[in-house]
């Protein structure tokens, strides 16, 4: 198939897009996963790019809007809390200093401290209102604590008052789970990340979060971490082992009605239809995962797959657009 032109891109805007500052690059290379040293030393030195570089690429790309965030784990992974309240407040001042110099190109998603989920909520609501924010973007479990955790229920009431989405980003077991011994390829991107981030979103259903916060919306990255897949089963094996219900639906109702999808990482025609089909084509967004992922790999997936024009459009910009008020 014949890729398009440039100038003949169809209008995309990023979601998952990652930069990182000065004072969290040593958590990010605490556990950085195995690539060869010229590799490392590439991808910091693109995620610390807000100029030329990055923005040539999203032209490419025909990316017209990146939102921005923090590249995992972020303060996710600092034990003390005041540390990272203090962190994650540096690093979403400067990404506003960024947004501010290209406000047409650069959005962004506020980092947070959720160690104290409180102030957490206070640091979205200032990222927000004063900073311009279009929601927040938490690289899974915070030392072990997940989001669903009752403590959490301050920061998913500020967060559905604001009226804007939580992004939930892969990260690291708190502990190896024995099945990843002696395979270290399936750790991490490779599928760690996936059934964590897959297994953390359905503790947020489950639990009931989206029943006490009901307009509450969740992002999910790589076409769902497989979810999608799973509607029909996760609704048939709830009813079979619940003994206790505690949900006012079943389980595939949340999830076609408080969680979106991008297709960072995830440029395959299987993965974007069970997406559409499973979750309706209003909730399914692009997004690249840059530096991970090539901007141009992800844009030729966007302008080629096979759908209708008016889909094609809705994915590539208009969902985010709508959903971020961009």
């Given at each position: 198939m014949s890729l398009p032109a440039p100038s003949a891109r169809v209008p995309k805007i990023g979601l998952e897009e990652h930069f990182i500052t000065p004072g969290l690059t040593d958590y990010l290379l605490y556990d950085f996963p195995h690539v060869p040293e010229a590799d490392?030393?590439?991808?910091?030195?693109?995620?610390?790019?807000?100029?030329?570089?990055?923005?040539?690429?999203?032209?490419?790309?025909?990316?017209?809007?990146?939102?921005?965030?923090?590249?995992?784990?972020?303060?996710?992974?600092?034990?003390?809390?005041?540390?990272?309240?203090?962190?994650?407040?540096?690093?979403?001042?400067?990404?506003?200093?960024?947004?501010?110099?290209?406000?047409?190109?650069?959005?962004?998603?506020?980092?947070?401290?959720?160690?104290?989920?409180?102030?957490?909520?206070?640091?979205?609501?200032r990222c927000v209102r004063q900073l311009g924010f279009k929601g927040?973007?938490?690289?899974?479990?915070?030392?072990?604590?997940?989001?669903?955790?009752?403590?959490?229920?301050?920061?998913?009431?500020?967060?559905?008052?604001?009226?804007?989405?939580?992004?939930?980003?892969?990260?690291?077991?708190?502990?190896?789970?024995?099945?990843?011994?002696?395979?270290p390829e399936l750790h991490q991107p490779m599928w760690e990340w996936t059934t964590e981030t897959a297994t953390h979103a359905l503790r947020l259903v489950v639990t009931g979060v989206f029943d006490r916060f009901p307009r509450a919306q969740l992002i999910l990255g790589h076409a769902g971490e497989t979810l999608p897949y799973m509607l029909w089963r996760l609704d048939s094996r709830y009813q079979f082992v619940a003994t206790e219900r505690r949900l006012k639906r079943p389980p595939s109702a949340y999830l076609r009605e408080n969680v979106s999808v991008t297709l960072s990482g995830q440029f395959a025609d299987v993965p974007l239809q069970a997406a559409l089909a499973a979750l309706g084509s209003e909730r399914v967004m692009f997004s690249a995962d840059y530096p991970y992922e090539s901007l141009s790999e992800a844009a030729d997936f966007m302008d080629t797959t096979p759908l209708p024009d008016a889909v094609r459009a809705a994915v590539a910009a208009g969902n985010a657009r709508r959903l971020l008020r961009l």
């Open positions: 490392k030393k590439q991808l910091l030195g693109l995620l610390s790019d807000f100029g030329e570089g990055r923005l040539s690429a999203m032209d490419r790309a025909g990316i017209e809007i990146a939102v921005l965030s923090v590249t995992g784990p972020g303060v996710q992974a600092e034990p003390d809390a005041a540390i990272a309240i203090a962190r994650a407040a540096e690093a979403n001042d400067a990404l506003a200093g960024e947004i501010a110099r290209r406000p047409h190109r650069y959005a962004g998603f506020a980092h947070l401290a959720m160690q104290d989920p409180a102030r957490a909520a206070d640091e979205l609501e927040a973007m938490v690289n899974h479990h915070t030392n072990g604590v997940y989001l669903d955790h009752p403590s959490n229920d301050v920061f998913w009431e500020r967060l559905q008052a604001l009226d804007v989405p939580l992004y939930l980003h892969p990260g690291n077991a708190f502990i190896k789970p024995h099945v990843l011994a002696g395979v």
